[in-house]
């Protein structure tokens, strides 16, 4: 097992080339905007976005946030050529409550076509992020024990005798990672890229362990503090909180 995560997208306005159907209020645009608590919303309990990725490789795809149930069926096709979307490659991309990560086997070409169908839902599709990126990992896993833990979000008024009115609003899964045995090479390539690509303020997809199918789309709250235990051996930490999810859309 390892941890694996996913910084970046290659949707964007650019890449994203149309969509079945969108709500007038959450539009597609909302796929990518890096808040999974506003969603792009469909007219329907089925429907497809097309992305031309022109020379972009992706390997996983991330859908974070959805309403999607657990008989939905979820589609991802390529093709060289947009009039190549028939049908001819295409993998089935099994659901996931909350959050679905998989990783393409596929063979990448340039044009895409994601396709969900989930005629058993109360409500129409609502998709939080949808992301088309590649992977990675540290070649040393964090130590266990780790901390992991869930945040909840209070709103709280004390009357003058005391008497708590708490109202929650939100909950966030939290993680604490402790990483040690890091060699300089390893911190050079791996953790300083990480914290490079995070850049301080991207959402990211993080995958606790590699043979499960669990996500969460996080942010990390710590900077790099890294320390010298000996001669080409550091330690550092990662402190993630899943991003709010929000409401859901009735």
């Given at each position: 097992m390892g941890m694996l995560y996913v910084i970046g997208n290659y949707i964007n306005l650019g890449t994203l080339s149309s969509v079945s159907t969108e709500d007038s209020i959450y539009l597609k645009e909302n796929m990518y905007d890096l808040a999974q608590s506003v969603p792009w919303r469909m007219l329907a309990k089925s429907g497809n976005a097309i992305f031309d990725m022109g020379t972009d490789v992706p390997t996983i795809l991330g859908i974070m946030n959805h309403n999607l149930?657990?008989?939905?069926?979820?589609?991802?096709?390529?093709?060289?050529?947009?009039?190549?979307?028939?049908?001819?490659?295409?993998?089935?991309?099994?659901?996931?409550?909350?959050?679905?990560?998989?990783?393409?086997?596929?063979?990448?070409?340039?044009?895409?076509?994601?396709?969900?169908?989930?005629?058993?839902?109360?409500?129409?599709?609502?998709?939080?992020?949808?992301?088309?990126?590649?992977?990675?990992?540290?070649?040393?896993?964090?130590?266990?024990?780790?901390?992991?833990?869930?945040?909840?979000?209070?709103?709280?008024?004390?009357?003058?005798?005391?008497?708590?009115?708490?109202?929650?609003?939100?909950?966030?899964?939290?993680?604490?990672?402790?990483?040690?045995?890091?060699t300089d090479a390893h911190f050079t390539s791996e953790i300083e890229v990480f914290f490079d690509a995070w850049d301080g303020d991207q959402p990211f997809i993080f995958i606790p362990d590699d043979t499960l199918t669990d996500s969460w789309y996080v942010e990390c709250l710590n900077s790099l503090e890294a320390q010298r235990i000996f001669i080409d051996q550091n330690k550092f930490f990662l402190k993630l909180e899943e991003q709010s999810r929000g409401i859901t859309l009735l």
């Open positions: 149930t657990s008989n939905a069926t979820i589609t991802l096709e390529t093709a060289a050529t947009l009039e190549g979307l028939d049908g001819t490659f295409t993998e089935n991309v099994p659901p996931h409550k909350l959050n679905i990560w998989h990783t393409i086997g596929l063979t990448p070409l340039q044009w895409w076509k994601l396709t969900i169908s989930d005629a058993g839902n109360g409500s129409n599709l609502e998709l939080g992020e949808i992301i088309l990126h590649v992977s990675n990992t540290f070649t040393m896993n964090y130590w266990w024990p780790y901390k992991e833990g869930m945040a909840y979000v209070v709103d709280e008024h004390v009357t003058h005798f005391g008497r708590r009115h708490r109202i929650k609003r939100a909950k966030k899964k939290m993680f604490t990672l402790d990483f040690e045995g890091v």
